[in-house]
């Protein structure tokens, strides 16, 4: 029942996600529609009438929370970064994205490194955890905490994704332009000072 429950959820944070990035009508009945398909299916796992549940998951009554960034740091061994371009802005980033309903955040930062460089990586500690908004990031509609994990390489080849302009590991005294919004200059230093001096503390905030 609960790894039902889990699907269902899944289905509807599918939907959700469909609806903000919906570009026209079509797309957008097509998301709503299985949104409704979430909700009854969600009303009788859950033996809960459909118009309540509803009106629980309206945007209007929901307490507000931080939405999750997830990010990856990964070394070569020469230490450099490992960096994607994101086609958004032509800048790089260290690979990750917003963590998705149904997946632990270790799960979510190895499949956005996969998805965005190709290569297969495994968690071996979280580093830090930013309250963005206490750092100089440029101004974003959402309250975000940003998880930033030490991956390590476990397979895979170098190659960006279909979503992303490249992919590519920089000495860290030489790095490309970054997209500010993802990752800092400061924070990447920190996170490779983490990893190299083989210091435990996790930072936060």
Avoid at 3 to 22: F, N, P, W
Wanted: with cysteine.
């Amino acid at each position: 029942m609960v790894r039902q429950l889990d699907k269902i959820k899944r289905i509807k944070a599918l939907a959700e996600t469909g609806l903000v990035y919906a570009e026209d009508e079509y797309h957008r009945e097509r998301y709503e529609e299985l949104k409704e398909i979430a909700l009854d299916l969600l009303a009788s796992v859950a033996d809960r009438p459909i118009n309540i549940l509803k009106d629980f998951y309206m945007p209007v009554t929901d307490y507000p929370t931080p939405k999750v960034d997830v990010r990856g740091l990964v070394l070569n061994e020469k230490n450099q970064v490992l960096m994607a371009k994101e086609s958004i802005d032509g800048k790089w980033t260290i690979p990750g994205g917003w963590a998705e309903v149904g997946y632990p955040p270790s799960t979510c930062v190895t499949k956005e490194i996969e998805e965005e460089t190709g290569l297969h990586t495994s968690v071996v500690r979280l580093l830090a955890v930013y309250d963005k908004q206490s750092h100089p990031h440029p101004p974003q509609p959402f309250y975000v905490y940003k998880l930033c994990f030490y991956c390590q390489v476990a397979g895979g080849e170098l190659n960006h994704g279909f979503d992303m302009q490249g992919a590519a590991f920089f000495d860290l005294d030489d790095l490309p332009q970054l997209s500010k919004d993802r990752i800092l200059e400061s924070q990447l230093k920190q996170l490779h000072a983490m990893v190299v001096e083989n210091k435990k503390d996790v930072y936060f905030d």
